[in-house]
């Protein structure tokens, strides 16, 4: 049988987990002290579910590229899958998948083709998150990207700001794709988990 006092502890308990969830939600990005008093409060604090849904602007060609060349392998035939080729990127993230349409942020980072018989990047990505809600918090991928399946998934590493231990999930699905230049449109889906 539940007694009356430990039900009012209950309660209390759990008016305690939501005050210090609606705290830990308005983390500051930069002050140690502050990211310290943070993780002071982390063992009353609940996990949170966050969805990203956005579309990535990978642009090789043209005056304005946004991600560049930066290295590739010396090999003695080139190789089909470009393997050992190293892209520096910092691509838009929008809302929707036209170039015009609101930017939500960038993906700052590089991807290199690692897979010598079938394309395969390894991605090592951070999003840096510019709307009023995420301004200044990043997420991190880091994994493997066969860009040439429909749906490719990568694990999300960590976080910062808002996103503080993260980790999650980032599903990538091609939207446009100029086999020419290699300008992509890519749409993303994350799901973090943080607190
Ligand atoms: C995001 O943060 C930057 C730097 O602190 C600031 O200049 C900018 O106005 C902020 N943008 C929004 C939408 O809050
Ligand atoms: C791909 O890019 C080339 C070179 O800029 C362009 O001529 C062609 O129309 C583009 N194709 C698509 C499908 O956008």
């Not at 993906?107 to 009023?132: K, R």
């Not at 700001?161 to 230049?181: D, E, I």
């Amino acid at each position: 049988m539940v007694k009356p006092g430990l039900t009012a502890m209950v309660v209390a308990a759990l008016a305690l987990a939501l005050a210090t969830a609606v705290a830990l939600a308005c983390a500051e990005v930069d002050d140690p002290e502050k990211v310290n008093a943070w993780f002071n409060r982390l063992s009353h604090a609940e996990h949170k579910t966050t969805h990203l849904h956005f579309y990535f602007h990978d642009t090789l060609s043209g005056k304005n590229p946004t991600a560049v060349r930066i290295a590739e392998a010396t090999m003695t035939e080139k190789s089909p899958t470009l393997f050992g080729v190293v892209n520096m990127i910092d691509d838009p993230l929008t809302e929707g998948p036209e170039p015009e349409s609101p930017l939500i942020g960038r993906a700052q980072g590089f991807y290199g083709s690692v897979g010598l018989e079938s394309l395969a990047l390894h991605m090592n990505v951070n999003l840096v998150f510019t709307t009023p809600e995420y301004n200044g918090s990043t997420l991190s991928i880091l994994g493997r990207n066969p860009a040439l399946e429909t749906y490719r998934e990568m694990p999300i590493v960590g976080g910062t700001g808002v996103f503080r231990l993260a980790s999650g999930v980032a599903t990538a699905k091609t939207y446009f794709f100029n086999l020419t230049t290699g300008d992509a449109v890519v749409e993303y889906k994350v799901i973090a988990m943080h607190y």
